[in-house]
């Protein structure tokens, strides 16, 4: 009995040094600066993390709004004042792989930053008019190939994640579609549902009801198999393997950080993605969560810089 005891308090004791260890990586309080304006899924996914993630590292978190020039602002604050492991920055596929080649930057993501932990991914719904008698992805390109320039596809604008998806599955299988760029999703929505254009594609969230009501019908998600949020919807990857365009969410920090404060917030990050409370909410907000170590996260970075740089380039839609 008395070495029973013994081995429950080394093990007690040992998760206490363990925390204690932590909590004295740092040693003041965190900054996660997020580029983009308050109410954007990446601050709501930040502030979702926020408490728990405090607790786990001893030290409030505090969440800094910097959004404009397609997280550029954002990213350059992350880089001022000195390089000691207490500024993350939450990243997105489109601030961190896509914006770098469209736009003219003064940085360079790759040469500044460092992953840290991701924390979600989501994809977009491709959803159709009820005229468009085409249901699944095969069916919809042998249907454009059939009836050239017919289809119309609406998103909310040229060079975006909707607007690259698509010209991916062109690029894959030939489909054929014009491309209406509109200055928001609201538009898109109401064009679809109106028949002023045939297809659109965007957010799950703000696609899917409609498509539950019968004003429109989901074609498929973007991913390579089907997600765990929306197992009744088909993949593109159903339909043209090896296909994914994968939008995420995660965290970054400065080349050069502490290596112990990258270990400790991506531990942390990975705990609070455990929680049933906020695996609950996570659903309602239309994402999968990722968790796993900063050089997984990094390989998915530098694949999809790559594979969006290498067609934006093919687009012409590359910063010259």
Known sequence: MFKLVRVVAVAALCVIAAA????????????????????????????????????SLGQPIVIENRPGASGLLGL?????????GHTFVMGQMGSMAVAPITNKQP?????????????????????????????TIPELVAYSKANPGKLRLGTNGEGGFPHLS????????????????????N????????????LAIGSFTTLYPHAQSGK?????????????????????????????ALGWFGFFTRKGSPPATITAFNTAVNTALAKPDIAQKTLALGLDTVAGTPAQFGAIWMN?????????????????
């Open 187 to 198: 538009q898109v929505l109401a064009d679809v549902m109106g028949g002023q254009i045939d």
């Open 216 to 244: 429109l019908n989901a074609i498929a998600m973007t991913g390579k198999s089907r997600s765990a949020f929306a197992p009744a919807v088909a993949s593109f990857g159903e339909g043209v393997p090896g296909y994914e």
């Open 20 to 55: 204690g260890a932590v909590a004295q990586t740092f040693t003041k309080p965190i900054k996660v600066i997020v580029p983009y304006p308050a109410g954007d899924l990446g601050d709501v996914i930040s502030r979702l993390l926020q408490q728990s993630m405090q607790e």
């Open 166 to 185: 698509m010209e991916l599955l062109q690029e894959r299988t030939g489909m054929d579609f014009i491309h209406v760029p509109y200055k928001g999703n």
């Open 76 to 84: 350059q604050s992350a880089l001022q004042g000195p390089n000691d």
């Open 107 to 135: 940085i360079d993501v790759r040469a500044e930053f460092v992953p840290v932990a991701m924390a979600y991914t989501n994809y977009l719904l491709l959803a159709a008019h009820p005229s468009v008698p085409a249901k």
């Open 304 to 320: 999809d810089y790559d594979k969006w740089g290498k067609l934006l380039r093919t687009l012409k839609l590359d910063a010259k």
